[in-house]
T-cell receptor
């Protein structure tokens, strides 16, 4: 498996523009997570899905952020309109949850991230 | 919810020395404690993990210890090498909860 695939690797945009980040999880994984990483706040969980259904979006900073998972192999994170303070690295991650105490269920596999710069 | 504190935020050692990074957690229900290594410009990658029914786990030069009573766990790296230089993150979770990450420790190993 190629692992979690994210695109684009780098995105530079101007304030006010719409930004769409894409993620393909590892085949067979039933959980998908979107994280944001900054120097100040570290790794922040924005939202996660289980079997394509959003479970917890309490980490999404504002209504400008939205995420979708139309099928098991694709998810998007959209920022509209973008602002300079959105500049960060955005990671997608997936895992296979077998339940409490089951083998490798909680292991999280990260994508390479999208470095977003909003000017 | 869970809160994970990680110390130190930066750690500089000489090649060959040992390095220890410590984390504390707040939720006594947490039972899974992974450590991730993130090299500059790369993705975080799992290097070792431990469950609450185990007190210590080793994998070559790295080891993790867990003290459930005190609610803290530590990463130990022996015989450090320059390629160990990276940011290390601890995390904690239980059952179906999501991982809560510490803020990270930047480890610098000087030749």
């Amino acid at each position: 498996d190629a692992g979690v695939i994210q695109s684009p690797r780098h995105e530079v945009t101007e304030m006010g523009q719409e930004v769409t980040l894409r993620c393909k999880p590892i085949s067979g994984h039933d959980y998908l997570f979107w994280y944001r990483q900054t120097m100040m706040r570290g790794l922040e969980l924005l939202i996660y899905f289980n079997n394509n259904v959003p479970i917890d979006d309490s980490g999404m900073p504002e209504d400008r952020f939205s995420a979708k998972m139309p099928n098991a192999s694709f998810s998007t994170l959209k920022i509209q309109p973008s602002e300079p303070r959105d500049s960060a690295v955005y990671f997608c991650a997936s895992s296979l949850r077998g339940g409490v105490g089951v083998g490798d269920g909680e292991k999280l596999f990260f994508g390479s991230g999208t470095q977003l710069s909003v000017l | 919810g869970e809160n994970v504190e990680q110390h130190p935020s930066t750690l500089s050692v000489q090649e060959g020395d040992s390095a220890v990074i410590k984390c504390t957690y707040s939720d006594s229900a947490s039972n899974y404690f992974p450590w991730y290594k993130q090299e500059l410009g790369k993705r975080p990658q799992l290097i070792i993990d431990i469950r609450s029914n185990v007190g210590e786990k080793k994998d070559q030069r790295i080891a993790v210890t867990l003290n459930k009573t005190a609610k803290h766990f530590s990463l130990h790296i022996t015989e450090t090498q320059p390629e160990d230089s990276a940011v290390y993150f601890c995390a904690a979770s239980w059952g179906y909860s999501t991982l809560t990450f510490g803020k990270g420790t930047m480890l610098l190993v000087s030749p």
